[in-house]
């Protein structure tokens, strides 16, 4: 059983950003780089599955970790190596212009991603359920589309349900809103999109920060010329809608003005 | 009726329905219903509206809807759309709008939308411009730009389809257009046959079940203290453990913390949780992603602590400290003591 798992690699949740030059992106110059966080619930699923397939008795499962982008997103396939994927693949897009991920929408990367897969034909496809920077939430079920896959999004565990209708079935329960869940079936291979808090992340250990230097981690060309079908005008701060009255001072005069409001405007204490 | 504007409206889900209460709408599909009248009608085209599902049932779903300012209300029934499926709303959408023929096709961006509507826009070869907060009008001719939010709010991006010939597929947030303006009218119903066969749906759902019933119930709370990533460690929540009781406040979390079984999930404000609305929110170390804030913006006093000056949270506060909440939180629950 192969399981390929499609990761992005995103900005720090805190990272201050500026807006380019032409108004029209992100600059990218001093931003610290991290694995977008669903991805990581996706990435902890696929490695407990290995663990639960080889539990089963159904066979060693292999974890393909995936991201397009520019050299830096290696740092982040190597973090999933250390967790314990067993190899990787980089799909290599330019730093900037031309077929940079800037060019490119959601469908133009999920079409690079799916090219990629193609080539592994894995049983299963796991990824975030949307990403902490453009937060399309697309990514996934395109992919599933351009695969000729069935798919669950926000799917929060999944299990084997055996046999049935010539091969392998998964057995999924997916979030749906308001506190309600659901049971899912549907034929091998197919592609899951993972919601948070189906697991605990796991960190990686020394050893395999180790181990994971001598894993493969092989480069592909970005083949799918960008064909975006939408464009980003401008990029801007929000305005405020509401006036904020910010409190500076040391730590007990804020406390002193806070209890002071709390007492007499708020009228809670 | 070519190059107008379509509605693809949502029944609340099989859960809601199954507890009753109220009308058979998702909120956020008369509010989508409420974009797009006024898409078109800043277009000067026609808007219609579809509804999905099994013919008998959906009959009177379209009956309500004709009583709306729109052009025609397609009823697509089949009887494999009597339950939901990504396939079979695929299929059954992909085939309306090759009827219909709609410019712009207007989607709530529900978690259902989310499942399906992403892989309707490949079959179109279009990406769904997706969570759209507003649509401004730009350009001569005019045409509309849609506003989403990146990096969890903190920056806005406008977007513009460009695909010539293309149809523009788009979802909007919930809370970000009024439902009260959604115009009344007198509109006819369309039946449209879909024709779709079973070997179309190759995902089997069962019933949707809901956990435990909940024993914290924060919508009746009148002080909350909300907690978030900044606190860090688990061992870090002693110190809002000690605001919360200080102040007499329930205390809540944003998903990350319940995710990592820090609180339990019954504490979880926001989309996935309880929707509050007490005379004080104090978020604590809370960013504020639009998940968090549609489940607390409706607070009458919101106070955000919090070191990163950019974070969302402080564009719904009424009272923001942009600081340390190690320091700041010990100080102000030693002062609430006195």
């Known amino acids: 059983m192969k399981i390929v798992v499609a990761v992005k690699q995103v900005p720090e949740r805190e990272a201050a950003l500026r807006v380019t030059p032409d108004g029209r992106g992100i600059d990218e110059s001093d931003v610290e780089w991290t694995m977008n966080e669903p991805d990581a619930y996706a990435l902890e699923e696929a490695l407990q599955l290995k663990q639960r397939a080889a539990d089963a008795g159904l066979g060693e499962a292999e974890v393909v970790v995936l991201c397009a982008g520019p050299e830096r997103v290696q740092s982040t396939l190597r973090e999933a190596l250390a967790k314990g994927a067993d190899r990787a693949l980089h799909v290599v897009t330019p730093e900037s212009g031309e077929g940079s991920l800037a060019e490119r929408g959601s469908l133009d990367v999920a079409r690079l991603l799916a090219e990629a897969v193609k080539g592994e034909q894995p049983e299963l496809v796991l990824t975030g359920l949307q990403s902490d920077d453009l937060g399309a939430g697309q990514t996934g079920v395109v992919m599933a589309e351009l695969l000729g896959v069935p798919h669950a999004t926000l799917v929060l565990q999944v299990e084997f349900a055996g046999q049935g209708g010539g091969g392998r079935r998964i057995k999924v329960r997916r979030e749906l809103e308001d506190g309600w869940t659901q049971f899912v079936e549907m034929p091998l291979p197919a592609l899951l999109t993972i919601q948070s808090g189906g697991n605990r992340l796991r960190y990686a250990t020394l050893m395999g920060i180790k181990r994971a230097r001598q894993k493969e981690m092989r480069e592909l060309s970005a083949a799918a010329p960008a064909q975006r079908v939408d464009e980003v005008v401008r990029v801007s701060p929000p305005l405020r809608v509401k006036q904020t009255e910010m409190l500076t001072g040391a730590a007990e005069e804020i406390a002193a003005k806070l209890v002071e409001r709390l007492r007499f405007e708020v009228k809670v204490l | ?338």
């Open chain 2, 1 to 338: 009726m070519s190059a107008g504007v379509l509605v693809v409206m949502e029944t609340k889900g099989a859960g809601e329905r199954r507890t009753g209460g109220g009308a058979a709408w998702h909120r956020v599909s008369t509010e989508a219903l409420a974009a797009g009248q006024t898409l078109a009608a800043e277009l000067g085209v026609a808007c219609s509206a579809a509804v999905l599902g099994e013919s008998a049932a959906i009959a009177p779903l379209a009956a309500e809807l004709a009583a709306h300012r729109l052009e025609t209300v397609w009823a697509v029934g089949d009887d494999l759309l009597a339950v939901y499926t990504a396939d079979g709303w695929t299929a059954a959408l992909e085939r309306l709008i090759a009827q219909a023929e709609p410019k712009f096709v207007v989607f709530p961006h529900t978690y259902q939308v989310r499942d399906y509507a992403p892989a309707l826009a490949t079959r179109l070869g279009e990406a769904l411009i997706g969570d759209v907060t507003a649509i401004q009008m730009a350009g001569e001719p005019r045409e509309p730009l849609f506003v989403r939010q990146w990096m969890q709010g903190k920056l806005n991006a406008v977007y513009r389809h460009r695909k010539p010939g293309g149809v523009c597929l788009l979802s909007v947030q919930a809370g970000s257009f009024r439902a009260d303006a959604v115009q009344a009218g007198q509109s006819q119903v369309r039946e449209f046959a879909p024709k779709l066969a079973a070997e179309m749906i190759r995902t089997a759902p069962s019933e949707p079940v809901r956990e435990a019933a909940q024993t914290v119930d924060l919508s009746a709370a009148e002080v909350i203290v909300g907690v978030g990533r900044g606190i860090g460690e688990q061992e870090n929540l002693k110190l809002v453990e000690d605001l919360a009781q200080a102040l007499g406040a329930e205390l809540a979390a944003s998903r990350p913390i319940c995710d990592a079984g820090w609180l339990p999930l019954e504490r979880q404000v926001g989309s996935s949780g309880q929707t509050v609305a007490p005379k004080l929110y104090l978020a604590v170390g809370i960013s504020g992603a639009i998940q968090h804030l549609v489940g607390m913006k409706g607070a009458k006093t919101v106070i955000a602590i919090n070191k990163d000056a950019d974070a969302p949270i402080f564009e719904v506060a009424d009272i923001g400290v942009v600081g340390d909440l190690f320091e700041v939180v010990p100080a102000l629950t030693r002062t609430i003591r006195g």
